[in-house]
Every structure is written in C-alpha cells, then in structure tokens.
C-alpha cells in the first residue's frame, strides 16, 4: 500500500460527459501528479501540482484540467469524454515539487470506460 | 520520448538471480536513472535510483556503467511477485521530464 488513495476505482460513462477523478497524496507529501496509461500509449505524463500550484504539465488535452487543494488532494476532471479517453488513469504524490532524487508513489488507479 | 531503450521482454527462473538492462547513451550530468515496476493490475512502484555509484536497496541493485550510458537493475533472487513490467527512467527536474518507456515485462517461471 503507497498510501495514495484514489475514488473511483471504476467508472464507466458515455461519450460527450464529464467526470472527476479524486486523488488523496500520502501525509506529508506536497506534490501531486497525473498520468494516463492506455494500451496504445503507455504511461504518459499529464500534469503535477505542487503545493497547490500548477508545476509541470505534460499532454493533458484541453478537455482535462486539474486542480490541488488546500488539503492537498487533487482532481482530475474530464470533460467532452470520447472513447479514447477510456484508460487508466494514476496518481502519484511525492514529498517534495523538483528534483531528481524525489520518489514518486502512485495510487491504485481509476479505470474509466467510456461507451 | 523515452530517453532510454530497454528490451521487450525478458523471462527468468525462480529464486534466480536476473539482469535487467537499460541502455541510456545519450544522458546528461544531471539525469538521474530511476528505475520503477508495474505489477499486474497495479500502479508503477518505485525500485531504485541512482546517480553515478551502484546502489543496493532491499528490493535491488542498481549497477551503474563509467560512462553513465547504461544501467543494470539486479533482482539477486527473483521471486513470483517480481514478475511485472520494469521501466528505467532518467529524470532530472520536474514531473514532464518524467517519461516512461515501453519498459520490460519480466516473466519469472517457477
């Protein structure tokens, strides 16, 4: 156990919707990331917030924004679904917002499936 | 892209000691060499990282080449559980520069 926790595990909704995805980082960790695994793309980075700012961001679409609260946890919302955001989409905290020796420790996931 | 290239797949037997290479020839003075798992239905999990020294951990070793342009993840005695998708990684900075590649599905045979 990472002690990331992530809601829902599944989600299954149709083209055109918008869900969130919520991510709990460990206690103590400030940063929070975002990724997508899909069969064809692999585990591709979409963006990380530190302390509650935006840090890096990677191919996230437009349709997708993310948000850290004061609390920490995050958000991933996904607007204007199609069918090829079906995936699995992880999060991961780390203690600290830079550096190459900072450890990332990711959640179960969310499957989402979109019909 | 990925800034390093790993072999497909590997198998190896129980209780076994595996070599996972990763070669990374074109990496900089900063890049660290991070190396994660993904087992089954599971989220990547952190392994080792290094810099320029070999590094033990209780999960692995990391052997590092002189020339920083390859890396060995060694697993001493591989086990059931150690079946799973390994990825190496260089990482310096900041999350965008943190790319996953294809990685390498290990099997391990009983």
């Known amino acids: 156990d990472s002690g990331v926790t992530q809601t829902p595990k599944h989600l299954i909704t149709a083209t055109g919707q918008r869900v969130t995805l919520r991510c709990s980082p460990r206690?103590?960790?400030?940063?929070v990331y975002w990724y997508q695994q899909s069969l064809d793309q692999g585990l591709q980075f979409l963006i990380q917030y530190y302390n509650g700012e935006e840090r890096a961001k990677g191919n996230i679409l437009e349709r997708f924004s993310a948000q850290q609260f004061p609390d920490l946890h995050s958000e991933l919302n996904l607007s204007s679904l199609e069918l090829g955001d079906s995936a699995l989409y992880f999060c991961?905290?780390?203690?600290?917002?830079?550096?190459?020796?900072?450890?990332?420790?990711f959640g179960p996931g969310t499957r989402l499936t979109v019909l | 892209d990925a800034k390093t290239t790993q072999p497909n797949s590997m198998e190896s037997n129980e209780e076994e000691p595996v070599h996972l290479p990763c070669n990374h020839s074109t990496i900089s003075g900063t890049d660290y060499i991070h190396w994660y798992r993904q087992l089954p239905s599971q989220g990547p999990e952190y392994v080792i990282h290094?810099?320029?020294?070999?590094v033990n951990n209780r999960m692995a070793s990391l052997a590092i080449a002189e020339d920083r342009k390859s890396s060995t993840l060694i697993l001493h005695r591989a086990t059931l559980r150690d079946a799973a998708v390994y990825y190496c990684?260089?990482?310096w900075g900041y999350g965008q520069n943190f790319v996953f590649g294809p990685g390498t599905r290990l099997s391990v045979l009983p």
């Open positions: 290094g810099l320029t020294s070999n």
């Open positions: 206690s103590g960790d400030l940063s």
């Open positions: 990684i260089l990482y």
């Open positions: 991961a905290s780390s203690p600290g917002g830079s550096g190459s020796t900072d450890t990332q420790y």
